[in-house]
């Protein structure tokens, strides 16, 4: 699960490369800075960040069983 | 400067996912289709790997899963597919078949015979891949008895799987 904690553990630099809004939201909190879109995009993302997001995206549609 | 090289720090290596795959020594895990229905197994396998335990997959369970996706939707089945060659590339997930697992089956059969085809195959799957622990939510799996688990733990380490055990995620 992604929470405000393991998020704050991650470089801002790793959380400004990921294209989803809930992170974004918590990123920009973080920095206090607003960013545009295509300036992370190219960035690097952290493997666990990764899996967390494919997670997130299918438990968004809702593929997983409770 | 022998000296300084003895003592020299040696760099911790990355584990070179490739070796891995083909390498049949490896520490392994198996999961079945309920399992990857699951949304916090993909983290276990993460972390697993920091342990040197991969994760291992077979057609039939990796077929299930795709099959029960493929009725919700394109959104579904693309979100999938990412999260499966997410896990691929950063876990390790190995994919085997279900080929060569008459003897074992038959045997598991013999131990259990109210076991289902597919819960027995998969099980038969794990045992020939000499996987440690067997991931499922299936109740039929996680509520057999003690005894059957013990017959099946002593089945398996005939076939080489020490400390083979079933586990509910």
Known sequence: ?66 | MIFLNKHRKHKSKKPNLKKILTDNHTRKWYYDACALEGEKVYDEMYTNTKFKIYPLVSHLSFGEAYGNVLDKGKKQISDFNRLISTVKEHCGLKVVGNDGIKSIYNKIQEINSRLSLTDSIHLATAIKNKCEIFKTRDGDLTNLSYVCKNKFAKFAKSKGCTNFNIQKV
């Open chain 1, 1 to 66: 699960m992604i929470t405000k904690k393991s998020i704050s553990k991650l470089n801002i630099n790793e959380l400004k490369g990921i294209n989803d809004s809930y992170i974004k939201r918590y990123a920009k909190k973080l920095s206090k800075t607003s960013f545009k879109a295509n300036n992370y995009r190219s960035k690097k993302i952290s493997p666990i960040l990764d899996i967390e997001i494919a997670v997130q995206n299918c438990k968004r549609v809702g593929l997983f069983k409770k």
